[in-house]
Protein backbone atom coordinates (compact mmCIF):
# COMPACT_ATOMS: atom_id res chain seq x y z
CA UNK A 1 0.00 0.00 0.00
CA UNK A 2 2.67 2.08 0.26
CA UNK A 3 4.76 1.69 -2.48
CA UNK A 4 1.54 2.26 -4.23
CA UNK A 5 0.80 5.59 -3.29
CA UNK A 6 5.03 6.21 -3.70
CA UNK A 7 4.15 5.45 -7.32
CA UNK A 8 1.17 8.00 -7.78
CA UNK A 9 2.97 10.58 -6.24
CA UNK A 10 5.74 10.02 -8.86
CA UNK A 11 3.48 10.24 -11.90
CA UNK A 12 2.59 13.34 -11.40
CA UNK A 13 5.63 14.73 -12.17
CA UNK A 14 5.45 14.58 -16.33
CA UNK A 15 8.50 15.72 -18.15
CA UNK A 16 7.16 18.26 -20.56
CA UNK A 17 11.07 18.60 -22.45
CA UNK A 18 11.18 15.45 -24.78
CA UNK A 19 7.31 16.73 -26.10
CA UNK A 20 8.55 20.43 -26.77
CA UNK A 21 11.16 18.90 -28.36
CA UNK A 22 9.24 17.21 -30.72
CA UNK A 23 6.73 19.58 -31.16
CA UNK A 24 9.69 22.28 -32.23
CA UNK A 25 11.14 19.70 -34.50
CA UNK A 26 7.55 19.06 -36.29
CA UNK A 27 7.43 22.76 -36.85
CA UNK A 28 10.52 22.95 -38.27
CA UNK A 29 9.88 19.90 -40.48
CA UNK A 30 6.82 21.56 -41.95
CA UNK A 31 8.27 24.61 -42.42
CA UNK A 32 11.26 23.55 -44.10
CA UNK A 33 9.08 21.56 -46.52
CA UNK A 34 5.93 24.55 -47.16
CA UNK A 35 8.56 27.16 -47.81
CA UNK A 36 7.62 27.19 -51.66
CA UNK A 37 6.95 31.09 -52.19
CA UNK A 38 10.50 31.08 -53.14
CA UNK A 39 10.46 28.55 -55.94
CA UNK A 40 8.64 31.06 -58.26
CA UNK A 41 11.88 33.11 -58.03
CA UNK A 42 15.16 32.14 -59.81
CA UNK A 43 18.60 34.37 -58.42
CA UNK A 44 19.27 36.82 -60.29
CA UNK A 45 20.66 40.16 -60.80
CA UNK A 46 17.59 42.35 -61.81
CA UNK A 47 18.21 45.84 -63.17
CA UNK A 48 17.88 48.77 -60.75
CA UNK A 49 15.63 51.16 -61.08
CA UNK A 50 14.06 54.22 -58.81
CA UNK A 51 10.79 54.23 -59.51
CA UNK A 52 9.27 50.67 -59.31
CA UNK A 53 5.84 49.80 -56.67
CA UNK A 54 7.43 47.82 -54.52
CA UNK A 55 6.31 43.96 -54.22
CA UNK A 56 5.19 42.68 -51.20
CA UNK A 57 2.96 39.30 -52.65
CA UNK A 58 0.95 37.69 -49.67
CA UNK A 59 2.31 34.27 -48.39
CA UNK A 60 -0.13 32.47 -50.61
CA UNK A 61 -1.11 34.70 -53.25
CA UNK A 62 -0.42 32.81 -56.80
CA UNK A 63 1.34 34.88 -59.28
CA UNK A 64 2.52 34.17 -63.17
CA UNK A 65 5.84 34.26 -63.05
CA UNK A 66 8.19 34.24 -65.34
CA UNK A 67 11.94 34.20 -65.03
CA UNK A 68 14.37 34.90 -68.15
CA UNK A 69 18.51 34.01 -67.26
CA UNK A 70 21.18 36.16 -68.82
CA UNK A 71 21.44 33.13 -71.24
CA UNK A 72 17.76 33.73 -72.24
CA UNK A 73 16.60 30.56 -70.54
CA UNK A 74 13.32 30.81 -69.37
CA UNK A 75 12.44 29.11 -65.59
CA UNK A 76 9.22 28.52 -64.30
CA UNK A 77 8.78 27.49 -61.15
CA UNK A 78 12.54 25.77 -60.94
CA UNK A 79 11.31 24.43 -64.74
CA UNK A 80 12.70 25.29 -67.66
CA UNK A 81 10.41 25.78 -70.72
CA UNK A 82 12.78 27.76 -73.11
CA UNK A 83 16.58 27.51 -73.81
CA UNK A 84 17.98 29.15 -77.15
CA UNK A 85 20.76 26.42 -77.37
CA UNK A 86 17.96 24.28 -76.55
CA UNK A 87 15.22 24.97 -78.38
CA UNK A 88 15.15 26.13 -81.80
CA UNK A 89 13.25 26.10 -85.13
CA UNK A 90 10.34 27.30 -85.69
CA UNK A 91 7.94 25.66 -82.77
CA UNK A 92 10.71 26.56 -80.13
CA UNK A 93 8.19 28.51 -78.17
CA UNK A 94 5.49 25.18 -77.69
CA UNK A 95 6.63 24.74 -74.05
CA UNK A 96 6.55 28.28 -73.10
CA UNK A 97 2.56 28.59 -75.07
CA UNK A 98 1.68 25.87 -73.23
CA UNK A 99 2.60 27.33 -70.25
CA UNK A 100 1.45 30.92 -71.00
CA UNK A 101 -1.84 29.39 -71.96
CA UNK A 102 -2.55 28.06 -68.39
CA UNK A 103 -1.33 31.07 -66.66
CA UNK A 104 -4.02 33.02 -68.65
CA UNK A 105 -6.70 30.28 -68.07
CA UNK A 106 -5.89 30.66 -64.70
CA UNK A 107 -6.41 34.69 -64.20
CA UNK A 108 -9.13 36.79 -63.60
CA UNK A 109 -10.63 38.14 -66.60
CA UNK A 110 -12.10 41.01 -67.68
CA UNK A 111 -13.93 42.22 -71.19
CA UNK A 112 -11.47 43.53 -73.39
CA UNK A 113 -13.28 46.55 -74.15
CA UNK A 114 -16.15 48.43 -73.19
CA UNK A 115 -19.43 46.47 -74.60
CA UNK A 116 -17.58 43.33 -76.04
CA UNK A 117 -18.45 40.02 -75.21
CA UNK A 118 -14.71 39.02 -75.17
CA UNK A 119 -13.28 38.22 -72.19
CA UNK A 120 -9.29 38.68 -71.52
CA UNK A 121 -6.99 38.33 -68.80
CA UNK A 122 -6.88 40.68 -66.52
CA UNK A 123 -3.90 39.60 -64.13
CA UNK A 124 -0.43 41.11 -64.66
CA UNK A 125 2.69 38.50 -65.50
CA UNK A 126 5.94 39.20 -64.44
CA UNK A 127 9.08 38.94 -66.02
CA UNK A 128 12.27 38.53 -64.08
CA UNK A 129 14.64 39.13 -66.61
CA UNK A 130 18.51 39.58 -65.35
CA UNK A 131 20.33 43.21 -66.29
CA UNK A 132 22.14 41.62 -68.73
CA UNK A 133 19.52 39.45 -70.33
CA UNK A 134 19.20 40.62 -74.08
CA UNK A 135 15.72 42.08 -74.24
CA UNK A 136 15.17 40.79 -78.09
CA UNK A 137 13.91 37.73 -75.11
CA UNK A 138 11.10 40.05 -73.33
CA UNK A 139 10.49 41.08 -76.59
CA UNK A 140 9.66 37.08 -77.13
CA UNK A 141 7.95 36.39 -74.72
CA UNK A 142 5.62 39.99 -74.97
CA UNK A 143 4.91 38.48 -78.60
CA UNK A 144 3.70 35.30 -77.41
CA UNK A 145 1.47 36.94 -74.76
CA UNK A 146 -0.17 38.93 -77.93
CA UNK A 147 -0.94 35.84 -79.05
CA UNK A 148 -4.88 35.55 -79.79
CA UNK A 149 -5.13 32.28 -77.75
CA UNK A 150 -2.95 33.89 -74.53
CA UNK A 151 -3.90 37.79 -74.85
CA UNK A 152 -2.30 38.49 -71.52
CA UNK A 153 -1.56 41.95 -71.94
CA UNK A 154 -0.53 43.09 -68.51
CA UNK A 155 2.72 43.04 -67.57
CA UNK A 156 5.41 43.72 -65.06
CA UNK A 157 9.17 44.19 -65.21
CA UNK A 158 11.10 43.23 -62.11
CA UNK A 159 13.45 45.29 -60.77
CA UNK A 160 16.02 45.54 -57.70
CA UNK A 161 15.06 48.55 -55.46
CA UNK A 162 18.17 50.82 -54.40
CA UNK A 163 19.11 50.23 -50.92
CA UNK A 164 17.34 52.70 -48.79
CA UNK A 165 20.45 52.46 -46.13
CA UNK A 166 23.16 53.14 -48.42
CA UNK A 167 24.67 56.43 -48.65
CA UNK B 1 22.42 27.34 17.08
CA UNK B 2 24.45 28.35 15.11
CA UNK B 3 25.70 25.01 14.05
CA UNK B 4 22.38 24.22 13.53
CA UNK B 5 21.83 27.03 11.10
CA UNK B 6 24.88 26.15 9.13
CA UNK B 7 23.86 22.83 8.52
CA UNK B 8 20.46 23.82 7.05
CA UNK B 9 22.35 26.12 4.80
CA UNK B 10 24.82 23.57 3.48
CA UNK B 11 21.85 21.29 2.86
CA UNK B 12 19.64 23.68 1.04
CA UNK B 13 22.81 24.37 -0.96
CA UNK B 14 23.37 20.82 -2.20
CA UNK B 15 19.96 20.81 -3.20
CA UNK B 16 20.00 23.70 -5.31
CA UNK B 17 23.04 22.85 -6.78
CA UNK B 18 21.21 20.00 -8.79
CA UNK B 19 20.60 22.07 -12.02
CA UNK B 20 19.42 19.62 -14.97
CA UNK B 21 20.89 22.02 -18.21
CA UNK B 22 20.39 19.10 -20.89
CA UNK B 23 16.95 20.13 -21.52
CA UNK B 24 17.50 23.76 -21.54
CA UNK B 25 20.27 23.59 -24.09
CA UNK B 26 18.12 21.20 -26.18
CA UNK B 27 15.26 23.57 -26.50
CA UNK B 28 18.30 26.57 -26.96
CA UNK B 29 19.76 24.88 -30.06
CA UNK B 30 16.08 24.14 -31.39
CA UNK B 31 15.10 27.80 -31.00
CA UNK B 32 18.69 28.33 -32.50
CA UNK B 33 17.77 26.02 -35.66
CA UNK B 34 13.98 27.11 -35.77
CA UNK B 35 15.22 31.20 -36.08
CA UNK B 36 18.22 30.34 -38.31
CA UNK B 37 15.37 28.17 -40.75
CA UNK B 38 12.99 31.17 -40.86
CA UNK B 39 15.42 33.97 -41.47
CA UNK B 40 15.79 34.76 -45.06
CA UNK B 41 17.51 37.69 -46.61
CA UNK B 42 15.28 39.73 -48.55
CA UNK B 43 16.46 41.33 -51.30
CA UNK B 44 14.62 44.40 -51.96
CA UNK B 45 12.36 44.23 -55.00
CA UNK B 46 10.37 46.27 -56.94
CA UNK B 47 8.24 46.28 -60.58
CA UNK B 48 7.34 48.10 -63.30
CA UNK B 49 4.16 48.00 -65.02
CA UNK B 50 3.82 47.80 -68.64
CA UNK B 51 1.74 46.82 -70.99
CA UNK B 52 0.88 45.27 -74.24
CA UNK B 53 -1.21 46.60 -76.72
CA UNK B 54 -4.82 45.54 -76.70
CA UNK B 55 -6.66 44.40 -79.46
CA UNK B 56 -10.04 46.46 -78.86
CA UNK B 57 -11.31 46.04 -82.47
CA UNK B 58 -12.72 48.98 -84.77
CA UNK B 59 -12.04 52.06 -82.55
CA UNK B 60 -15.68 53.95 -82.73
CA UNK B 61 -14.66 56.87 -80.73
CA UNK B 62 -14.36 60.49 -81.95
CA UNK B 63 -11.01 61.28 -80.48
CA UNK B 64 -8.10 62.16 -82.67
CA UNK B 65 -5.83 59.58 -81.77
CA UNK B 66 -2.41 61.45 -80.35
CA UNK B 67 0.74 60.81 -82.08
CA UNK B 68 2.95 58.88 -80.07
CA UNK B 69 6.66 59.80 -79.20
CA UNK B 70 9.05 56.85 -80.45
CA UNK B 71 11.67 56.43 -78.66
CA UNK B 72 14.44 54.27 -80.35
CA UNK B 73 17.44 52.59 -78.81
CA UNK B 74 20.36 51.33 -80.62
CA UNK B 75 23.82 49.79 -79.33
CA UNK B 76 26.47 52.24 -80.80
CA UNK B 77 29.12 50.53 -78.45
CA UNK B 78 28.14 47.14 -76.77
CA UNK B 79 30.89 47.68 -74.25
CA UNK B 80 33.21 44.48 -72.34
CA UNK B 81 31.53 41.75 -71.26
CA UNK B 82 33.37 41.56 -67.67
CA UNK B 83 32.27 39.51 -64.50
CA UNK B 84 30.34 41.01 -62.08
CA UNK B 85 31.35 41.81 -58.44
CA UNK B 86 34.28 44.03 -57.45
CA UNK B 87 37.11 42.54 -59.47
CA UNK B 88 35.61 43.22 -62.91
CA UNK B 89 37.66 40.61 -64.45
CA UNK B 90 37.19 39.65 -68.52
CA UNK B 91 35.00 37.66 -68.93
CA UNK B 92 36.80 34.65 -71.16
CA UNK B 93 35.46 32.24 -73.76
CA UNK B 94 35.41 29.60 -71.05
CA UNK B 95 32.95 31.47 -68.54
CA UNK B 96 31.14 31.51 -71.75
CA UNK B 97 30.54 28.04 -72.18
CA UNK B 98 30.32 27.11 -68.40
CA UNK B 99 27.54 30.15 -68.98
CA UNK B 100 28.56 32.45 -65.92
CA UNK B 101 27.03 35.83 -65.54
CA UNK B 102 28.24 38.57 -67.28
CA UNK B 103 27.37 42.39 -67.22
CA UNK B 104 28.88 44.99 -69.56
CA UNK B 105 31.59 47.78 -68.54
CA UNK B 106 31.13 51.47 -68.65
CA UNK B 107 32.35 51.56 -71.93
CA UNK B 108 28.65 50.82 -73.16
CA UNK B 109 27.15 53.26 -75.09
CA UNK B 110 23.43 53.58 -76.53
CA UNK B 111 21.96 56.19 -78.89
CA UNK B 112 18.51 57.17 -77.96
CA UNK B 113 16.46 58.41 -80.92
CA UNK B 114 13.43 60.71 -80.38
CA UNK B 115 12.32 61.94 -83.70
CA UNK B 116 15.14 63.79 -85.25
CA UNK B 117 16.88 64.45 -82.37
CA UNK B 118 19.80 61.88 -81.07
CA UNK B 119 21.87 61.32 -78.04
CA UNK B 120 23.76 59.34 -76.02
CA UNK B 121 23.30 60.59 -72.90
CA UNK B 122 19.97 59.57 -71.08
CA UNK B 123 19.93 63.18 -68.99
CA UNK B 124 19.70 64.50 -72.45
CA UNK B 125 16.79 62.17 -73.07
CA UNK B 126 14.67 63.33 -69.69
CA UNK B 127 15.68 66.79 -70.97
CA UNK B 128 13.63 65.92 -74.43
CA UNK B 129 10.86 63.55 -72.80
CA UNK B 130 10.35 66.82 -70.07
CA UNK B 131 9.42 69.02 -72.75
CA UNK B 132 7.00 66.83 -74.26
CA UNK B 133 5.15 65.74 -71.34
CA UNK B 134 4.88 69.57 -70.31
CA UNK B 135 3.08 70.03 -73.67
CA UNK B 136 0.56 67.25 -73.44
CA UNK B 137 0.94 65.19 -70.18
CA UNK B 138 -1.16 62.66 -71.64
CA UNK B 139 0.83 61.72 -74.98
CA UNK B 140 1.71 57.86 -75.57
CA UNK B 141 5.30 56.92 -75.65
CA UNK B 142 6.36 54.02 -77.47
CA UNK B 143 9.75 52.07 -77.02
CA UNK B 144 11.79 50.56 -79.56
CA UNK B 145 14.57 48.47 -78.15
CA UNK B 146 16.40 47.39 -81.35
CA UNK B 147 19.49 44.82 -81.90
CA UNK B 148 21.74 44.24 -78.75
CA UNK B 149 19.89 45.94 -76.85
CA UNK B 150 19.89 44.40 -72.86
CA UNK B 151 17.42 44.39 -70.26
CA UNK B 152 19.03 47.27 -67.99
CA UNK B 153 19.08 49.59 -71.39
CA UNK B 154 15.33 49.09 -71.42
CA UNK B 155 14.73 49.69 -67.82
CA UNK B 156 16.81 52.21 -67.28
CA UNK B 157 14.47 54.25 -69.88
CA UNK B 158 11.39 53.12 -68.44
CA UNK B 159 12.74 54.73 -65.06
CA UNK B 160 13.39 58.06 -66.08
CA UNK B 161 9.95 58.01 -68.29
CA UNK B 162 8.27 56.96 -65.67
CA UNK B 163 10.04 59.84 -63.18
CA UNK B 164 8.80 62.01 -65.43
CA UNK B 165 5.13 61.28 -65.51
CA UNK B 166 4.49 59.18 -68.27
CA UNK B 167 1.69 56.66 -67.97
CA UNK B 168 0.83 55.20 -71.08
CA UNK B 169 4.15 53.62 -72.24
CA UNK B 170 4.09 50.58 -74.81
CA UNK B 171 6.79 48.75 -76.40
CA UNK B 172 6.99 48.32 -80.05
CA UNK B 173 6.41 44.50 -80.81
CA UNK B 174 8.72 43.33 -83.60
CA UNK B 175 12.32 43.22 -83.40
CA UNK B 176 15.02 43.17 -86.40
CA UNK B 177 16.62 39.90 -86.54
Known sequence: MNLQKHDAETEMQMDMTPMIDVVFLLIIFFMVITDLTQQDLEDLQLPLAQQASPDKPKADEWRPIINLKHTGEMIIKRNKYFDPEVNTGPKKYEDLRTQLLSMANRMKKAPLAEGSTKMVPDEPLMIRADESTAFRYVQDIMEQCGDQTISIWKLQLAVSVPDPNAK | ?177
Open chain 2, 1 to 177: MAKRKGNLLVSLAKEECKLEMTPMIDVTFLLLIFFMCTLKFKTLEGKLAAFLPKDVGVNTSQAEPKEKIEIRMDVKNPGNKVRPGAGRTPYTKDDEDKRLRYVYDDSRVITYSIGAKKTTDLKEVETTLRAFYKQDSTRPATIDPRKDIINSDVVGLLDVALAIGFTDITFVGSYEK
